[in-house]
């Protein structure tokens, strides 16, 4: 993934963006083939399992102790872990409630709030407004659509106020080495999440089933596209980051009809298509800014 000087100078944008969108593959299907596990120990088991994996990955592949830290840039590094650990609980605990693609839909109003909050151009509003109306078709409001369980909306809601600030304290912490910012977030998120995840489930979680399970997700969900998004963050506007992500509900709705044999209605595909275009456009656009 080159061109970061570029993309520095004004431009060099397409890797970057790329970058956000095999993330975002990647993160949902791993979230979808964690459903499988929910039955057997939660998801808050399956979360700390993806979590705790991920971050003995990075861990051992990074070996970011080998660069401390500054002191300045601890807490940010401590709030970006946090608000990661709390994004994956609250987003799988929506998973278990309400359908993937629609979960992920309110998840994204973090992101969108988060450009609209930073956006200075109508250009960019212009495509905050042709995604929300792509979410808006997949959100449950229309006849012959069975009403959501609240506390998985509860959760969902959750996940997007965690998912804005990570994005904030993420941009914050991307002037670091990016891999060793993402090994140093993933074992804040861990210390939190995988204590509730044993409180929760106990020894079940060491289960070969969940851990091989696990690794996969770990894989997916966690080390792989977080990684990407840390590369991506320190080349790309924080509205421009957002925007890209508001495809989040069209890939987990693809996922959730691949891996999970959710069918998907005319609606939905034309929700998918308009926010789709909505990424496409913003990240064109952001060449020229």
Known sequence: ????????????????????????????????WAKHLFPLVGSQGVTAVRVGLAAIIMLAVV?????????????????????????????YGAFARIPIGIAVAIEVVGPLAVVVLS?????????VLLAAFGLWLLAPVHEGVAPLDPAGVAYALGAAF????????????????????????????ALFTVPVGVA?????????TVLAGGLAVAVLSSALPYSL?????????????????????????LAGWVVLGERLTGMQWLAILLVILACGGAAATARKS
């Open 119 to 127: 956006s200075r151009r109508a250009r960019d509003v212009a495509w």
């Open 229 to 253: 998004e840390m590369a991506a963050l320190a080349r790309l506007p924080r509205r421009v980051f957002g925007i890209l992500v508001s495809a989040g509900p069209a890939f987990a709705a």
């Open 200 to 208: 929760h489930a106990g020894a079940s979680l060491l289960l070969p």
């Open 162 to 189: 965690c998912w804005a600030m990570y994005i904030v304290f993420g941009k914050r912490v991307s002037t670091l080495n990016g891999g060793h910012a993402v090994a140093w977030g993933m074992l804040a998120a």
């Open 63 to 91: 070996r970011p102790w080998r660069s401390l830290p500054a002191r300045r840039d601890a807490l940010n590094l401590l709030v970006y872990g946090l608000m990661l650990g709390c994004m994956n609980l609250l987003i």
């Open 1 to 32: 993934m080159n061109g970061g000087a570029g993309a520095q100078a004004g431009g060099g944008t397409l890797g970057p963006s790329l970058a956000i969108l095999a993330s975002m593959v990647s993160v949902n299907a791993g979230a979808a």
